[in-house]
């Protein structure tokens, strides 16, 4: 199995992060990508730079134009104002009432950082677009690999499942797993699975695809009810128009261990029967030991996960979510790799 990587996304390096009111350090480190790096060598998996490393047509197909200039071009604005921390960070955001009352992206970058934003957990540095960037040429070169009929790995940092078409959030820039699905639907699959088992609810993803019945999506996540995004997530959200019943959540409670998570991603699985491809949203923060940890999924867990997603018998285009113990992520890797390889 290949993987890709592009040593440009170690250019990412976000200080900024509050968690509960409390400023700490920002747990999207490049460290994260070493421990992962470090198990696909054991693991004498090959790894590959993208043969695009600049993917902005295939960018294009998920995310409007607006928010790729900002993403690019609004550090050096930022930069330019006295006063201003080394990262974009906003300090407010527009309201649905401002938007209902018809709101526009302001001219300012101070107004931009809050239209292009969801919350504060995605910092924006000076090499931040190069490597969301690089991050998604990674998940376009995985998707022709399963659009070949091979699995792939990509490793993609920073991850992407949170990101809407027109907006960042929790680490997100470029919704890299929508990125691998169009590239699928591009090369010839009628129709497209996307499985999210990340911790976290695959808002972004859930959006982009909330009106289209030729990609069909599946997270699998703690509730929002106690657990981020909090707004969405829920059971009852399917879609929309064309879309309606494509859109499958599967929120779990708080401590959920193996044998409940594993009911929910074969669940997820029999959902995307009849699927011509299958994109995998790697989160690998369902884990018990993680530093945000909800949901409290062991080593054996992703190890059947990944049997799980073997037996569905599609080639996969595997893409990185989130997973932030270092400590333990590179050895959460392996055991799906096991488990998705036989």
């Known amino acids: 199995m290949k993987v890709f990587w592009d040593e440009r996304q170690r250019a990412h390096a976000p200080a900024f992060f509050m968690l509960r009111g ?39 197909e998920v995310h409007a134009d607006d928010y790729l200039a900002f993403l690019r071009d609004g550090h050096a604005a930022w930069a330019a104002i006295p006063g201003a921390a080394p990262e974009i960070v906003p300090n407010c955001h527009p309201a649905p009432e401002m938007i209902e009352d018809g709101a526009r992206v302001p001219p300012h970058i101070m107004g931009q950082a809050g239209w292009y934003t969801y919350d504060t957990s995605v910092p924006i540095g000076p090499k931040t677009w190069e490597a969301a960037l690089a991050s998604a040429a990674c998940a376009v070169a995985a998707a022709d690999e399963a659009a070949a009929g091979r699995s792939a790995y990509a490793l993609c940092r920073p991850p992407g499942h949170h990101a809407y078409p027109r907006r960042a959030a929790a680490h ?3 919704n890299n797993a929508a990125v691998a699905a169009e590239r699928l639907r591009a090369a010839g699959a009628a129709r ?5 088992i990340d911790c976290h609810h695959g808002n972004g993803t859930q959006h982009i695809f909330w009106r289209r019945d030729d990609v069909r999506t599946v997270s699998v996540h703690g ?10 997530g829920h059971a009852s959200e399917r879609g929309a128009g064309p879309g309606a019943g494509c859109n499958l959540n599967l929120p779990l409670p708080r401590g959920t261990g193996d044998e409940v998570w594993m009911r929910a991603v074969r669940a997820g699985l029999r959902a995307l029967q009849g699927c011509d491809a299958l994109v995998v949203s790697l989160g690998l923060d369902a884990h018990r030991d993680e530093p945000l940890g909800y949901l409290g999924v062991g080593d054996d867990g992703y190890a059947r996960a990944g049997e799980a997603i073997r037996a569905h018998g599609l080639p996969c285009a595997i893409v990185q979510e989130g997973g932030y113990n270092t400590e333990s992520i590179g050895r959460l890797l392996g055991r799906f790799m096991q488990g998705l390889q036989g």
Request: aromatic share 8%; glycine share 4%.
């Open 192 to 196: 497209v699975g996307v499985l999210d």
């Open 172 to 174: 997100c820039l470029i």
């Open 223 to 232: 509730d929002p009810a106690s657990c981020y995004p909090w707004y969405v």
């Open 22 to 60: 409390t400023r700490m350090t920002n747990f999207e480190v490049e460290a994260r990508a070493d421990a992962l790096l470090a198990l696909c060598r054991e693991a004498g998996l090959a790894i590959h730079a993208p043969s695009d490393p600049s993917p902005l047509d295939a960018v294009r």
